[in-house]
């Protein structure tokens, strides 16, 4: 199925104005990267256990805190689902059901092209997006100074709902920049298809055409080890400045918010 015959009504006006290159949106999906390692890091460790973008792990959670009768376990993994699922439906709506679909086909619309041709890409609205989910993550580090850096259960189940949504905001970001096959948030995928990709099968190097698997595998690569230096370092923050330990995401995320700004104004788009 072509891009052309999937376009939504009213899609040409949603793909007007200055986009951010694919090269760009490629390094900043490594910084979003880092932001949800570091988030799901003090999630686990001082929130009660879940996580902030993993939901596979949450509903492993959601079930032992059922089987288990731990009432606090399964409330926070509940918490943590459904507000990441209304993050990535309110990002969703935000961004553009067109824009996002097309940026899932990865090959069918983007492929070569990369961010901002067929319709996807960030471009200004985007900006807006990352405001929103910055300002979860502001309400996520004002309750946790709030409370010393020692939510108590209650508290805890209560900063997971926007430190989970503010995930499910990035991950619908990340479907709409346009980066074919990205994501910021579950990497499960990403090790898959590096590894498949990897193993030298005919699906694996046919895929993309020429180059492009490797600039995907590189793309791949950074947004895993970001990932991990992002909780690796949130749990050192932890460690020796605990009040300080959830700001980093909101610093990180706040600098993509940045560049985004900067990279849709002034700019025609192909410019």
């Given at each position: 199925?072509?891009?052309?015959?999937?376009?939504?009504p009213?899609?040409?006006s949603?793909?007007?104005?200055?986009?951010v290159?694919?090269?760009?949106?490629?390094?900043?999906?490594?910084?979003?990267?880092?932001?949800?390692?570091?988030?799901?890091?003090?999630?686990?460790?001082?929130?009660?256990?879940?996580?902030?973008?993993?939901?596979?792990?949450n509903l492993?959670?959601?079930?032992r805190?059922?089987?288990?009768?731990?009432?606090?376990?399964?409330?926070?993994?509940?918490t943590?689902?459904?507000?990441?699922?209304?993050?990535?439906?309110?990002?969703s709506?935000?961004l553009?059901?067109?824009?996002?679909?097309?940026?899932?086909?990865?090959?069918g619309?983007?492929?070569?092209?990369?961010?901002?041709?067929?319709?996807?890409?960030?471009?200004?609205?985007?900006?807006?997006?990352?405001?929103?989910?910055?300002?979860?993550?502001?309400?996520?580090?004002?309750?946790w100074?709030?409370?010393?850096g020692?939510?108590?259960?209650?508290?805890?189940?209560?900063?997971?709902?926007?430190?989970?949504?503010?995930?499910?905001?990035?991950?619908a970001?990340?479907?709409?920049?346009?980066?074919?096959?990205?994501?910021?948030?579950?990497?499960?995928?990403?090790?898959?298809?590096?590894?498949?990709?990897?193993?030298?099968?005919?699906?694996?190097?046919?895929?993309?055409?020429?180059?492009?698997?490797?600039?995907?595998?590189?793309?791949?690569?950074?947004?895993?080890?970001?990932?991990?230096?992002?909780?690796?370092?949130?749990?050192?923050?932890?460690?020796?400045?605990?009040l300080?330990?959830?700001?980093?995401?909101?610093?990180?995320?706040?600098?993509?918010?940045?560049?985004?700004a900067?990279?849709?104004?002034?700019?025609?788009?192909?410019?």
């Open positions: 199925m072509s891009p052309k015959e999937i376009r939504p009213g899609h040409a949603s793909g007007a104005g200055p986009v290159s694919e090269r760009v949106a490629v390094r900043l999906l490594v910084v979003l990267a880092a932001a949800a390692g570091c988030l799901d890091a003090v999630c686990v460790m001082r929130l009660g256990g879940p996580f902030a973008s993993v939901i596979t792990g492993v959670q959601l079930g805190g059922v089987a288990t009768l731990d009432g606090a376990l399964a409330a926070g993994a509940a943590a689902v459904a507000a990441y699922a209304l993050g990535v439906a309110a990002a709506t935000g553009g059901r067109g824009r996002l679909g097309r940026g899932r086909l990865g090959r619309g983007l492929g070569r092209g990369g961010a901002g041709r067929g319709g996807a890409g960030w471009r200004r609205r985007a900006c807006l997006i990352a405001v929103a989910e910055l300002a979860l993550l502001v309400c996520v580090c004002a309750g100074l709030a409370t010393g020692q939510p108590s259960a209650t508290v805890a189940v209560l900063l997971l709902a926007p430190a989970s949504a503010a995930m499910g905001v990035q991950s970001l990340t479907i709409g920049s346009g980066v074919p096959g990205a994501s910021t948030t579950y990497l499960t995928g990403t090790l898959t298809s590096l590894v498949h990709a990897g193993a030298g099968t005919p699906h694996g190097r046919a895929a993309g055409g020429a180059g492009t698997p490797l600039r995907r595998a590189a793309g791949g690569l950074g947004r895993l080890a970001a990932l991990l230096c992002g909780a690796t370092v949130g749990a050192l923050l932890l460690l020796v400045a605990p300080w330990a959830p700001a980093l995401s909101a610093v990180l995320v706040a600098a993509v918010v940045a560049i985004i900067i990279s849709t104004r002034g700019r025609t788009e192909g410019s």
